[in-house]
């Protein structure tokens, strides 16, 4: 069999359905308004199981945001924001959506109009401005789920705040739709929403066999679904076979990078627009991204989630994720991913668009060195707009980082090759 052949052998299966899903989830929803259901755009660690329960079909700005980067369509975005007066500094997801909005530009046209918005602000702070700035554009009605940084501990004032707010979440839904929420519904959705993620899960802890079946590049595709649809049967059956497809990889020895020779963890956002790149990059080097904190926050709160009692546990599910929580805890749920996938270095993303993703990262680096000595590399860049992406810099970097994780390999090697005598 040649090169070629055994490459596209070796290729995710599950690809084409996950293609088919996402084409026909923006189908139903840019037709929204001929079908006579309602949209309500929500941030990307929103609530968004009181939505599903009320048959909403939630939009999410910032898995478009991901799109425009991925297509490349983010500078001329970007550059129409800041024609209207947006800071350059400001997130590029939030930029490039504001922009879109005011000319149905991008990959699928621009997004459907809400009906509605839904703000949590978990993620960050920026989202508050974007979304009021969408709601007063969009002339519809905008609900603010505020959750409280939890730098260690979880209080029990933030858990009556956040949960009295999803009974006001509940009461403005019924508002805006005139109807009332099938509890029983959401009690199924909650369910769905927990295997969802469960599921998710078991697939990121495949890449902690070697070779990792998939890598963290993967995971950056596969995570759309949990976004977009999680609480749906959609989702669940999509993840379970995805596992299958994993589990069988595994079996057959079928590794995302030919020869795996080094396994790395990606901290923060993806660079969209370089994702081919910098995959590339690495695999030609025997590395394989195993891992990141990115796609596994998306499954970081199922320990506070109970399923079988959803609406009570959501609070907290929603407030304590991996964005509001302080940099201790970052850097401890960083550690127990580097044992679990056994990571020989850190590759981090300091992502100008997302500050509380960025901030704290210089600590976290010498906070993990510290615990475990492995190498880390930064790459300054941006996730959308690529004007922050300087290639041959980081291409060199790279380089040199690859070297770092050679030698400090050989060294580990050596040592233990000596403790076997
Ligand atoms: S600043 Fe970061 S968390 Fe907030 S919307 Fe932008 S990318 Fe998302």
Redesign the pocket.
């Known amino acids: 069999m040649d090169k070629d052949t055994q490459k596209d052998k070796n290729k995710i299966k599950s690809v084409k359905r996950m293609k088919e899903i996402m084409t026909n989830y923006y189908i139903e929803a840019k037709t929204a308004s001929q079908t006579g259901k309602k949209v309500a755009w929500i ?2 660690g929103g609530p968004v199981e009181p939505l599903i329960a009320m048959d909403v079909i939630p939009v999410y700005p ?1 898995n478009h945001g991901a799109m425009i980067g991925a297509s490349k369509m983010g500078n001329d975005l970007c550059e129409k924001a800041a024609v209207m007066g947006y800071s350059s500094d400001l ?1 590029s ?2 930029r490039s959506d504001i922009s879109c909005a005011t000319v149905n530009g991008g990959p699928i046209g621009g997004l459907p109009r809400p009906d509605m918005l839904v703000c949590c602000n978990n ?2 702070g ?2 508050l401005k ?1 979304y009021e700035i969408q709601a007063r554009y969009f002339e519809v009605p905008l609900f603010i789920l505020d959750t409280p940084f939890c730098h260690t501990d979880y209080r029990q004032e933030v858990k009556r705040y956040v949960r009295r707010q999803i009974d006001e979440y509940i009461l403005f839904l019924e508002g805006v739709c005139g109807r009332k929420l099938d509890f029983d519904r959401l009690r199924e959705v909650g369910r769905l929403s927990v295997e969802g993620q469960r599921l998710w899960q078991a697939v990121l802890d495949t890449t902690a066999h070697r070779p990792a079946p998939m890598s963290a590049f993967d995971a950056f595709f596969h995570l759309a679904l949990i976004v977009t649809l999680r609480g749906t049967q959609i989702a669940v059956d999509y993840y379970r076979s995805l596992l299958s497809e994993m589990e069988a990889r595994i079996a057959s020895g079928i590794g995302a990078v030919e020869n795996e020779q080094y396994r790395l963890l990606w901290d923060n ?1 993806p660079v969209w627009y370089k994702t081919k790149w910098l995959s590339d990059k690495f695999a030609s080097k025997g590395a394989c991204l195993v891992a990141d904190t990115y796609t596994s926050a998306w499954c970081g709160s199922l320990k506070y989630m109970d399923e079988n009692n959803f609406l009570e546990s959501m609070a907290e599910g929603y407030t304590r994720i991996y ?1 509001n929580i302080g940099v201790d805890q970052m850097v401890k749920q960083v550690v127990e991913m580097i044992d679990k996938y056994q990571a020989d270095g850190l590759v981090m993303h300091s ?1 100008r ?5 960025s901030f704290g990262q210089y600590d976290i680096q010498k906070m993990v060195q510290q615990e475990r000595r492995i190498p880390s590399l930064m790459i300054e860049a941006d ?1 959308v707009d690529d004007q922050y992406f300087a290639e041959s810099q980081i291409d060199t970097r790279i380089d040199a980082f690859m070297e770092m994780i050679r030698e400090n390999h050989k060294r580990r090697e050596s040592v233990n090759m000596s403790g076997k005598k």
Do not use: D, R
């Not at 668009?353 to 993703?357: G, I, N, R, T, V």
């Open positions: 941030t990307s910032e997130c997801y939030a993620i960050c920026t989202v974007w956002l964005l992502n668009s997302c500050k509380p993703y996730m």
